[in-house]
């Protein structure tokens, strides 16, 4: 269990950060600079960021399901 909040307190910080910056790169670029080609990137920033905060998600609830039918299993024992 505590590795699990690990997991997903280090999943947020890390999606935190690159949303953070993927968002920032896309306003620059879209609403200062002009360019498409770094907007662009500001969103692949951001999906990934997401994608990312997603799979975290669904690692932590695998392993707890898991994790859970383990447990049970002893108990029957």
Not at 29 to 57: L, P, Q, R
Request: aromatic share 12%.
């Amino acid at each position: 269990m505590d590795v699990n909040v690990k997991l997903l307190k280090a999943t947020s910080y890390i999606c935190g950060m690159l949303l953070t910056i993927g968002m920032a790169l896309f306003l620059y670029n879209y609403f200062v600079n002009g360019s498409s080609a770094w907007a662009a990137v500001g969103i692949g920033t951001v999906m990934g960021a997401t994608f990312i905060f997603i799979m975290g998600i669904f690692l932590v609830a695998t392993e707890e399901t898991i994790g859970g039918k383990k447990e049970q299993g002893r108990q029957l024992s």
